[in-house]
């Protein structure tokens, strides 16, 4: 029988996540772009993106914390703002993000390099090949252009979120050999494919909550972050919901917490982090009775494997969860702001002022 959310495009761009990203493994040119890397030799490298496409930056980082090289996310939304805050003087490797490669702070942050670092080697990774993203030209640059299916019609960032995260993982992380990409590929659209049925069944069987939290140890942070975006943009911003590390919740942000709220906790896969993990789900099952404390990962309440590359998997979790329960609420789940005219899929409304070159 059809899933009657079929009929939404973003929950048919959730679902196409395993096939793209298999067949994406197989036609990434891994080893010729690694070598550009290589060659190029980078000091530092800037990941840069504006919303959903600045958590990625911040995942990258956080997943590759203890490689070699020094790596920094800096959203455009701050490099437009203040440009000479970080340029002129650097000449990092500028990677940058973008779904519609279009957005007003994309265009600045091009404006703002071709000003004030014309040097600086450039990565764009974009959904669209007619972007400015992926056509304007650059000294020392390299585009790539992701797989149509990729370029998101609905709303929310769903499929464009997670293959442009494991795209710059599959080029940055040197601790996978170019041979093994390919393939990790292939294994996390397996296990994504057998965990989706999970994820839908937890999604529909779960209450409409008053409020809603995730929190997480090291990438699973951001990723948490990424996720409560995710619940808060196609619920229209009527589910208040709040994100947090796992140790850092505790500081003040766990005042939050009343009624019936959900907590989703992700659990990571390193052996210490994950005790601190087990520690703050037995606390707020202690603490909230009312509230509804789930862990996710592995020896969790639901098992996705989301150690490593796997960080995107809890958060397809909360993409199905947002879906399900937008629709739910009765909104437009592929432009829940429809009418309203005060959120769009590309960002509206950001005037772009001149930066003059050094």
């Given amino acids: 029988m059809t899933n009657p959310l079929s009929r939404f495009a973003t929950w048919r761009e959730i679902e196409a996540q395993p096939a793209i990203w298999s067949d994406w493994g197989k036609a990434l040119d891994v080893a010729g772009l690694r070598d550009w890397l290589a060659a190029l030799g980078p000091r530092e490298v800037w990941f840069c993106g504006a919303g959903s496409s600045a958590y990625i930056g911040e995942i990258v980082v956080a997943a ?137 069944a937890s999604a529909t069987e779960a209450p409409l909550a008053e409020r809603v939290v995730f929190v997480g140890a090291g990438s699973l942070a951001f990723a948490a ?56 789900v037995a606390e707020l099952r202690g603490q909230f009775p009312q509230a509804a404390i789930r862990s996710v990962g592995a020896g969790g309440d639901l098992a996705l494997p989301s150690g490593g590359w796997g960080v995107i998997l809890p958060v397809v979790l909360a993409q199905v969860l947002a879906v399900v329960w937008s629709d739910r609420m009765g909104l437009s789940v592929d432009d829940p702001f429809a009418g309203l005219g005060t959120l769009s899929r590309v960002v509206a409304g950001v005037k772009l002022y001149p930066v003059e070159g050094a």
């Avoid at 972007?131 to 709303?155: C, I, N, W, Y």
């Avoid at 997670?162 to 659209?189: I, N, Y």
Wanted: with cysteine; proline share 7%; glycine share 6%.
């Fill in 64 to 200: 590759l914390e203890g490689q070699p090289g020094l790596r920094r996310a800096v959203p455009t939304t701050d490099l437009v703002s203040r440009p000479r805050a970080y340029l002129p003087g650097a000449e990092p490797l500028i990677v940058s993000f973008g779904r519609s490669g279009n957005s007003a702070e994309t265009l600045g942050t091009l404006d703002a390099l071709d000003a004030l670092a014309p040097d600086a080697p450039r990565l764009n990774i974009t959904c669209n090949g007619a972007s400015a993203l992926a056509t304007r030209q650059a000294k020392r640059q390299r585009v790539v252009v992701l797989p149509e299916a990729t370029h998101d019609a609905g709303f929310a960032m769903t499929s464009s979120f997670s293959t442009m995260l494991l795209t710059a993982l599959a080029l940055f992380d040197q601790s996978v050999p170019v041979a093994e990409v390919a393939p990790r590929l292939a294994a996390l659209a397996a296990a994504l494919r057998l965990s989706l049925p999970e994820m839908i």
């Fill in 225 to 280: 972050r990424e996720a409560a975006l995710k619940l808060m943009e196609l619920t229209a911003g009527q589910v208040p919901v709040l994100w947090d590390s796992t140790l850092g919740f505790r500081h003040g942000p766990k005042s939050f917490v009343r009624g019936a709220t959900d907590i989703w906790v992700f659990l990571s896969d390193d052996p210490h982090a994950a005790r601190y993990d087990a520690d703050l």
